[in-house]
């Protein structure tokens, strides 16, 4: 069955450094992912959408990585600061009905200590 | 600003009440979504609607439904609700289905459900 990994650990960083959140998933060929924020007790909040024939995109101080091959998208917070603390979700589409629909993975807790 | 609301934020109900949860958007997307999600846990996609085509997910419980009376509003209802359906009930919207584009997805800030 399809499955989205991400590191339940929380991951504790200090300011001024790059976070790296992983996502890993199998029996899936996604044409893209996506990487979502989301604060307590707020909705997810879009960041940034990767294709399968791009190897890297970049946003501001994010930037995200997609390995077909590794079935693995890295996502990277330079220079992080305490307001980058928040859970951050990868997603990727899967196929069915009418319309496909996103397929979340259980988010990474990020800390950013000053 | 174009946006995505969710009433009411919080709402409590007691075991077996039904409820009703209720989502509208000033996106004019067509697509509207309904997850749950309970702590530490990923969205999962209850049902969504295109335009006014209903898809349901295999694994919804026949105890959630969902109307959407027009392209604004969409509502969750839970006709029997249990103490395992206290969670935060997330809406979305996107402008189409995902297909290849990689549409994304516009979350409102949920409503967090407590069954008593």
């Known amino acids: 069955s399809q499955k989205i990994e991400q590191n339940s650990e929380a991951l504790n960083i200090q300011e001024g450094k790059t976070a790296t959140l992983t996502c890993n998933y199998t029996n899936y060929s996604p044409a893209y992912l996506q990487w979502y924020r989301q604060d307590p007790g707020r909705g997810p909040v879009f960041l940034l959408l990767?294709?399968?024939?791009?190897k890297e995109k970049r946003k501001e101080r994010l930037k995200v990585t997609f390995d077909t091959t590794l079935k693995q998208s890295l996502f990277h917070i330079t220079a992080s600061q305490p307001a980058d603390s928040a859970t951050y979700l990868c997603?990727?589409?899967?196929?069915?009905?009418?319309?496909?629909?996103?397929?979340f993975g259980t988010g990474t807790l990020l800390a950013v200590q000053p | 600003d174009a946006m995505v609301i969710q009433n009411p934020r919080y709402q409590v109900t007691q075991f077996g009440k039904p409820v009703t949860l209720s989502c509208s958007q000033t996106l004019n997307h067509n697509v509207m979504y309904w997850y749950q999600q309970k702590s530490s846990q990923a969205p999962k996609l209850l049902f969504h609607y295109y335009d006014k085509d209903f898809n349901n997910e295999a694994d919804t419980p026949d105890n959630f439904q969902s109307r959407r009376p027009n392209t604004s509003f969409c509502f969750l209802d839970i006709r029997s609700p249990g103490l395992g359906d206290a969670a935060m009930y997330l809406c979305?919207?996107?402008?189409?289905?995902?297909?290849?584009?990689?549409?994304?997805?516009?979350f409102g800030p949920g409503t967090r459900l407590l069954v008593l």
């Open positions: 979305a919207t996107s402008r189409e289905g995902l297909g290849l584009a990689g549409e994304i997805q516009y």
């Open positions: 990767i294709r399968e024939n791009e």
């Open positions: 997603a990727l589409e899967s196929y069915g009905g009418a319309t496909n629909k996103l397929i």
